[in-house]
């Protein structure tokens, strides 16, 4: 069993930036969702174990980075160019993995955090 805890969200301005960060440890595939208010989780990012291997949702590519330091056993996303379409509760998710892929659909992820909020005004 995995613990996962976000932390980084909070309020920005349309142009702004936030970190999200995400502990976890072992060999785990992970990834970031969100969930708008009225909308289904959707995925955002994902990276493999090793970091080798990065996926991004077309929303947020050339604006995100999803990245992760295992020797310190946290997970990042830094948001740039925020807009007030990336308004949503961010989730962390994870799943053992020794294949070096990585998962972009809820389903493939066993281990969720308890979210963290951003919120970007206009």
């Known amino acids: 069993q995995v613990q996962l805890v976000e932390s980084g969200g909070g309020l920005v301005q349309a142009g702004g930036s936030l970190r999200l960060s995400c502990a976890a440890s072992?060999?785990?595939?992970m990834g970031w969702f969100r969930q708008a208010p009225g909308k289904e989780r959707e995925f955002v990012s994902a990276?493999?174990?090793?970091?080798?291997?990065?996926y991004y949702a077309d929303s947020v590519k050339g604006r995100f980075t999803i990245s992760r330091d295992n020797a310190k056993y946290t997970l990042y996303l830094q948001m740039n160019s925020l807009q007030p379409e990336d308004t949503a509760v961010y989730y962390c998710?994870?799943?053992?993995?020794?294949?070096?892929?990585?998962?972009?659909?809820?389903?493939?992820?066993?281990?969720w955090g308890q979210g963290t909020q951003v919120t970007v005004s206009s």
């Open positions: 998710a994870a799943r053992r993995d020794y294949s070096g892929r990585a998962y972009l659909a809820v389903y493939d992820y066993n281990y």
């Open positions: 990276i493999s174990w090793t970091g080798d291997s990065t």
């Open positions: 072992g060999r785990y595939a």
